[in-house]
């Protein structure tokens, strides 16, 4: 198991291994093999098996004292890389089964003195067992070839003594990404309905959500979710007594299910805020979102989206005048211009039962205890 923190650590000083570490092993590749190969640190880990899984390497063991080592790992595809470059290229892959002595004497001479190059970073204590082994992954390309193949270094941990570099100052700032743009849910309020007055709603009704406040909204972003405080729009404030629509019929005969009490929530469809209205948000500022008020608003229930229209304010809450009634089959809004049902048939309802889930009710009984 990795230990979590030992993690963290590593991923703050992977700057100090790749400032100490990459330029001593380009320098000695430089001068053992001439110019021509980029290295890249690609990662610093405690488990080996990781990193050379599938893999085939030519291992050189290197004693650093009576009880521990340092192994230099080269890929069946980096000797190729190499090889392929100092040798000169020719149709003859490299094969660690078959190995020339030349082949060998090459890649064991590269290894000994890589670590005899590195050795100055190592503190050794001639009698003590060292635990923990880092692996260091470096690919290796050459300018002959376009093949990126891996060489591992691995060194016993408290043997270096690896720092976390000071953070560069950044380049940018946060007010250069300002105007950028970001998709996000806006949320506007809740509020609780009986099954029988979902299945009626119709266009032009006025639906008030009363867990909500016309100064408030709650930003969905990712795994965020934030309450902020925004400028209300005058322009949609709707005044009490002459809201749309003619308000939902009396149910006083519906059966248990109709009476069943469901939340509602109201978003805006996915809308586009820039990073500076983000960072206001986070900051506790007050945001005006004109930009946003004329986008359509859905209204869902269970994730289901059962109407869509506009916003309006009244009494200081978020409310919606719908526009467009969802069928049973769909979750988009209906479209605007589906034909009304003739005056002498009966509306089809909208939704059936199965559209909602609630709650499953359970009777109990509960038996008094027997007097003795």
């Not at 063991?61 to 009880?67: D, G």
């Not at 149709?91 to 064991?108: C, G, H, K, P, Y």
């Not at 376009?146 to 000071?166: M, R, Y």
């Not at 199965?354 to 109990?364: C, M, Q, T, Y």
Request: a negative charge; glycine letters at 4%; one cysteine or more.
């Amino acid at each position: 198991m990795i230990n979590s923190v030992f993690f963290d650590e590593l991923y703050k000083q992977f700057a100090w291994f790749d400032s100490v570490f990459t330029p001593v092993v380009k320098n000695c590749s430089s001068e053992f093999f001439y110019d021509g190969f980029e290295y890249k640190l690609a990662s610093i880990s405690t488990n080996m098996n990781v990193l050379s899984q599938n893999e085939t390497f030519f291992v050189t063991k290197v004693k650093i004292n009576a009880k521990n080592d340092v192994y230099i790992r080269i890929s069946q595809d980096a000797i190729n890389v190499i090889l392929d470059k100092v040798l000169g290229k020719n149709n003859r892959r490299f094969d660690l089964s078959e190995v020339s002595e030349l082949e060998a004497r090459i890649i064991t001479s590269f290894n000994d003195f890589l670590y005899e190059t590195l050795a100055p970073n190592f503190t050794i204590e001639p009698h003590r067992r060292y635990n923990e082994i880092l692996h260091l992954t470096y690919f290796v390309k050459s300018e002959i070839s376009d093949t990126a193949a891996k060489f591992i270094i691995s060194v016993p941990k408290e043997i270096l003594n690896p720092q976390t570099l000071e953070a560069k100052e950044p380049r940018f700032e946060d007010k250069d990404f300002a105007n950028s743009l970001v998709d996000v849910n806006l949320v506007l309020g809740t509020t609780t309905f009986p099954v029988a007055d979902i299945k009626k709603l119709d266009v032009g009704d006025i639906v008030v959500f009363e867990n909500s406040s016309s100064s408030e909204m709650t930003l969905v972003c990712s795994n965020i979710v934030q309450k902020f405080q925004v400028k209300p729009n005058i322009k949609i404030i709707e005044p009490y007594d002459t809201g749309g629509g003619d308000g939902m019929e009396d149910n006083t005969n519906t059966n248990l299910w109709d009476s069943i009490q469901v939340d509602m929530s109201a978003e805006f469809d996915k809308v586009k805020v820039t990073l500076g209205e983000l960072k206001s948000i986070e900051e506790g500022l007050i945001v005006d979102l004109c930009s946003v008020y004329d986008n359509k608003v859905s209204l869902k229930v269970g994730g289901k989206v059962v109407a869509a229209g506009e916003l309006v304010i009244i009494n200081d809450r978020f409310g919606v005048r719908i526009e467009k009634v969802n069928d049973s089959s769909s979750s988009e809004p209906a479209d605007e211009h589906t034909e009304a049902a003739p005056d002498d048939e009966a509306p089809a309802e909208d939704f059936d039962y199965s559209d909602f889930e609630v709650e499953e009710l359970s009777l109990i009984h509960i038996s008094e205890p027997t007097r003795p």
